[in-house]
């Protein structure tokens, strides 16, 4: 049975898996195939409107809202939706965690798909923007804007990387590539630092152009800086740092670059690093980032020479800060670090007597004559900081120069390369106390709302000309005359502080304040503390002014204004940099600025002038727009902290574009898109629209009783005024969809089953087919193989005495084959077992040979098997065999009987007679009867068989020892009876003559006593009698006879008797 599988990804968009062939089943809704499944439209999102809000702030109901806006942020921050339009505007909260919606797979999600396709993502307008700059060959631009920590360098980086991925690539394009994206780090490095409110807070502006060639690829990049904050170099608020490059030179240089810049591993030595109390930072990792930024210079294109001396420069910069005065009597400034002059002369390359002069004294050109006047210690200590300040300023600007080399466009065959623009600068600003700093900020963040406003009313009216509605002109708040308060020649706030910079006199902050107040006091964007009200002037302070700006009021305090925007630099401070031997800093301070007497152009001007070249460049290009939001200060991931949210909702003007873009129409989209998905809510439209688009979504309209000043229909879109007509259409569709999947189902079961069915009707004949054929042409090959086995067999009968040949040979090998499966199944189980198949005649030798081996084997594996105490049994056995085997009638009734190690246990044997035998070990035990030499009379004694000895026992006494060596022989008769005699030599005097003895063992103890005695050969088997020594020069004999019992006696011819029976025991 089909399934429909929705899921929610993490961009919040809506996608339906696709079937085991790849295919979707949803024919009612505009789709971008893709591998991933069917990418919903956003209209389908809205139908979870309730729980992560709407994707699209122009479909709020209640869009004047404040509330209702920031409720919907919050919903969709909730569920990880970070982003969100207005219209084409991107809005993007910071979510301060990783998300998993940056990956290529997403990347991939978005390229080339419709703006509104998919969900709202900053890939969705990296796209847009590109693809608009290949199909309409013009120049595009992506503006991105907020607090600092808002996300803009991320946003920035996450651009960047889109292009990097998805754009095509070659060899020269992937260097460009590389340096694009290696070009963050370093400027990062030296243009951001760490302020109360983000840790990496970009403090200069940026504008970044990247080229792209006519096949799309980019191919080089040019960047633009804006007001760097150089103050921060010489001063930091409590919790805030310098800028990065300075903590990562220290923590991750090499000691030998320490050692050369003559610089410690300790932040805390530099006064220009310690006024932020700051040194250390949790989330920033100082030592790897010195690594990226190395790394990064190296790809940039920086040899080992620029970055020693740019490296120089920087220490320099350290040093300076760390230079100290003293006051003379007179109270003239002196140094008292001199060690800090020598550094600094190495470093900058200039004279180190010339630079001490130099920093404390300023040299005045009057009437033509050089005057050198000395400073006091304030005037030096500001002396030594607005060089700090002019040379990494300076520095920064060659820095980005150099950066430009690098990226620069360097094929002349396609001039007219085009161009995506990047804006990272700096959102509205309002601290508790706002300086000249946050001035030219929020001055011009005033320039580019005005731009945004002119630009949307402007793409507004464009569009509502392509489509031939009437344009209906839109109410808005026109921030030209706040813009033109600041910068309108002669009566503008920067002509006035200019000046005042520039008139002879005791000019001051407050003597600006005062012009202001005079010449444009009057004005209704701008008050002072003179001029306001009561309650307002508990709010401000004597040395403040407000500005009324499009985002709200903000007050300034002057001091300082004059300072900063004079940013001048003694003359003789110029000319000792201009003599330094540095190679950047000779670019960076040119000699041509001796030469000039011109004074230079203030600070303020000179970002007017910069900032009309940025909107003339915006201007030529095609924007879109990303506002960035912080969520909270703590940087903490899923804190929605709403007072600080609503404070940037309102500073980025994002209510204000919002009822701009809603003055006209909330919802546009193509007939073809609106009517391929709301089709189905019409049955003349459903399931097909075969005329005119306009002519079949004008049919559904009436028919979903649209009123007409709810919508309008243009050439080739239609125009819904209110959310809530999209809303109930939306609802409609959902409710629609029901009774559509109903139908659907029963169709698709039944067109399956029936599909089904044909299938495997067709595919059991085919089966069937084939099986037939198949056991056919078996049946047949197995006859053929059953008529070839007989027709040889038959064969090789006949010729079976025959050589072997080819009419033969399947016989014979089929004689063998039987013979050897035959003995296979048929061979000995046991050594004993002598049987063997009878084979051929071609195999008798072969038989032979394997007979013999296979008894060879099986002897092989019984010996194995044989533990020590039964091979001791069997080679007693024999030797028994040996001597008595055929010899001996009762013999063959001791075979089957084991032999024991002694037939007389320890107890049995008196123990003075072991005690007499001392360290003799006793073999072998077992009780006999001795016969007298004299009348042969019966005695009972015990034979003891040791190592080198029998003896004869009689009960405690050792009747008789005879060694084996003086053992003649033993003599025993061929019949079943146990009489046996032991020989001994009559010349022993110790021996009294031959022992006869009688043993009901006869086997075992014979047996015993020649492997002990070594007399296997001496045992001598007698038929009849036995001849034996009785004593010196006697001799007796003994008969032995057969009979039916056992008889031992003397007889009448004085021979011993021995009748023996027939079975004895042995």
């Known amino acids: 049975m089909m399934e429909l ?63 209702a806006f920031i409720e919907n942020l919050r919903k969709r921050f909730k569920e990880n939706l970070i982003y969100t339009y207005i219209g084409s505007v991107l809005v993007s909260v910071n979510p301060y965690k990783d998300l998993e919606i940056y990956t290529k797979n997403h990347m991939e999600r978005y390229r080339g798909v419709n703006f509104y396709e998919v969900s709202p993502h900053i890939y969705a307008v990296s796209d847009n923007s590109y693809r608009s700059m290949r199909t309409e060959r013009k120049d595009q631009c992506i503006l991105i804007s907020g607090e600092s920590g808002a996300g803009k360098t991320e946003a920035s980086k996450k651009i960047l990387q889109y292009y990097a991925v998805t754009c095509p690539a070659s060899d020269q394009v992937e260097t460009v590539k590389d340096r694009l994206l290696q070009s963050n780090p370093v400027l990062e490095a030296f243009g951001n630092a760490k302020t109360l409110r983000n840790d990496n807070s970009s403090r200069f502006g940026k504008y970044m152009d990247i080229q792209f060639d006519f096949k799309g690829a980019p191919v080089g990049g040019h960047i633009l800086n804006y007001l760097l904050e150089k103050s921060r170099v010489v001063h930091q608020n409590h919790g805030e740092r310098n800028f ?81 005065y003293g006051g003379e009597d007179s109270g003239n400034a002196y140094i008292t670090t001199d060690t800090q002059i020598k550094y600094l002369a190495r470093l900058l390359g200039v004279d180190g007597l010339v630079l001490k002069e130099a920093l404390t004294h300023k040299k005045i050109i009057a009437k033509g004559e050089e005057l050198k006047s000395p400073l006091n210690l304030e005037q030096a200590a500001s002396a030594r900081d607005a ?106 706030i920067i002509s006035i502080l200019d000046e005042e910079c520039l008139r002879p006199g005791d000019a001051s902050d407050i003597t600006f304040l005062e012009k202001l107040e005079n010449t444009v006091g009057g004005h209704a964007h701008l008050t002072t503390h003179k001029l306001a009200d009561g309650k307002t002037r508990k709010v401000m302070g004597r040395e403040e002014f407000r500005l009324l700006h499009y985002a709200g009021d903000v007050n300034y305090n002057v001091n300082g204004f004059l300072d900063k925007n004079n940013d001048l630099l003694f003359r003789n401070l110029k000319e000792v940099m201009c003599m330094s031997e540095n190679k950047i800093l000779t670019q960076c301070f040119d000699r041509a600025e001796l030469k000039d007497s011109k004074r230079p152009e203030t600070a303020a001007t000179q970002f007017k002038t910069s900032l009309a070249k940025l909107m003339e460049i915006l201007m030529s ?40 873009r809603r003055a006209g129409f909330a919802y546009r989209r193509h007939y073809e898109t609106f009517l391929q998905r709301y089709k189905s809510l019409c049955p003349e439209t459903w399931p097909s629209w075969q005329g005119k688009l306009a002519d079949g979504v004008s049919t559904l309209v009436k028919h979903l009783g649209y009123k007409p000043e709810e919508y309008k229909l243009g050439r080739s879109k239609i125009f819904i005024r209110f959310p809530k007509t999209l809303f109930a259409t939306e609802d409609a569709l959902e409710t629609r969809k029901h009774s559509l999947a109903s139908k659907l189902q029963s169709s698709w079961k039944g067109y399956r089953q029936k599909t089904k069915y044909r299938k495997l009707r067709s595919s059991a004949v085919v089966v069937q087919a084939w099986w037939r054929g198949i056991l056919a042409c078996r049946r047949a090959q197995r006859r053929r193989q059953a008529a070839n086995t007989i027709r040889r067999f038959i064969k090789g009968f006949i010729y079976r005495h025959n050589e072997r040949c080819p009419e033969n040979e399947y016989f014979l090998d089929y004689v063998r084959y039987s013979f050897l499966m035959k003995l296979r199944r048929n061979l000995p189980k046991s050594v004993l077992d002598k049987s063997w198949p009878t084979p051929p005649t071609a195999l008798i030798e072969a038989s032979e040979q394997l007979r013999k081996l296979y008894m060879q084997n099986m002897v092989w594996g019984y010996c194995k098997r044989i533990n020590p105490e039964w091979k001791h049994q069997l080679e007693q056995k024999m030797v028994a065999s040996e001597i008595f085997k055929n010899k001996k009638d009762n013999y063959p ?77 033993i003599s025993v008769s061929s019949l079943s009876d146990g009489v046996f005699v032991l020989h001994v030599p009559t010349e022993d005097k110790k021996q009294k003559g031959d022992v006869v003895l009688q043993s009901d063992h006869i086997i075992e103890t014979l047996t015993k006593v020649a492997i002990c005695a070594d007399k296997v050969n001496s045992i001598n088997i007698n038929q009849g009698s036995i001849t034996f020594t009785v004593g010196q020069g006697k001799e007796g004999i003994i008969d032995f006879t057969s009979g039916s019992e056992l008889l031992v006696a003397k007889a009448k011819n004085g021979h011993l008797s021995v009748v023996s029976r027939n079975n004895g025991r042995m």
């Open 5 to 67: 599988t929705i899921q929610l990804i993490p961009t919040g968009e809506i996608i339906l898996s696709p079937g085991k062939n790849g295919e979707s089943y949803c024919h009612s809704c505009t789709k971008a195939v893709g591998s991933d499944g069917v990418r919903i439209t956003m209209e389908s999102a809205l139908t979870a409107r309730d729980r992560v809000g709407v994707q699209d702030f122009v479909l709020l109901e209640n869009y004047t809202s404040e509330a």
């Open 244 to 324: 990065h490059i300075f903590y990562q030179l220290i923590e991750g240089g090499e000691e030998d670059l320490l050692r050369r810049l003559g610089l410690e591993k300790n932040p805390q030595q530099y006064q220009y690093l310690v006024k932020g109390n700051c040194p250390k930072v949790s989330s920033i990792n100082d030592r790897s980032d010195w690594k990226v930024v190395r790394k990064a210079l190296s790809v940039i294109g920086f040899n080992e020479d620029e970055v020693e001396e740019l490296l120089n420069i920087i220490a320099s910069v350290l040093h300076l800060g760390n230079i100290q």
């Open 387 to 492: 060089l700090s300040k002019a040379v990494y300023g300076r520095t920064f600007t060659w820095l980005v120069n150099k950066i430009n080399v690098s990226l620069a466009y360097k094929d002349d065959t396609y001039k007219n390369a085009s161009v995506i623009g990047l804006l990272d600068i700096y959102g509205f600003e309002v601290f508790q106390h706002n300086s000249f700093e946050q001035f030219c900020i929020n001055y011009c963040n005033e320039k580019l709302q005005q731009l945004f406003i002119e630009l949307t009313l402007k793409s507004e009216q464009d569009e509502y000309e392509a489509e031939g509605i009437t344009w209906e002109p839109v109410q808005y708040f026109n921030n030209k005359i706040i813009c033109d308060l600041v910068e309108e020649k002669f009566k503008g």
């Open 621 to 660: 290009k095609e924007p879109s727009y990303v506002r960035c939001i912080k969520p909270n200060d703590a940087k903490q991931a899923g804190r929605f902290d709403e007072v600080l949210i609503r404070h940037q909702v309102k500073y980025l003007g994002l209510m204000e574009n919002l009822r701009v």
């Open 893 to 969: 009734q001791s075979v089957p009987k084991l032999f024991l190690g002694t037939r007389l246990n320890g107890e049995e044997i008196n123990p003075k007679v072991l005690q007499s035998l001392g360290s003799e070990k006793m073999k072998y035990a077992v009780p006999v009867t001795k016969y007298d030499r004299k009348g042969y009379k019966a005695r009972p004694r015990q034979l003891l068989l040791t190592s080198n000895s029998a003896v004869i026992v009689e009960e405690a006494k050792l009747k008789q020892r005879i060694d084996y060596a003086a053992l003649k022989g």
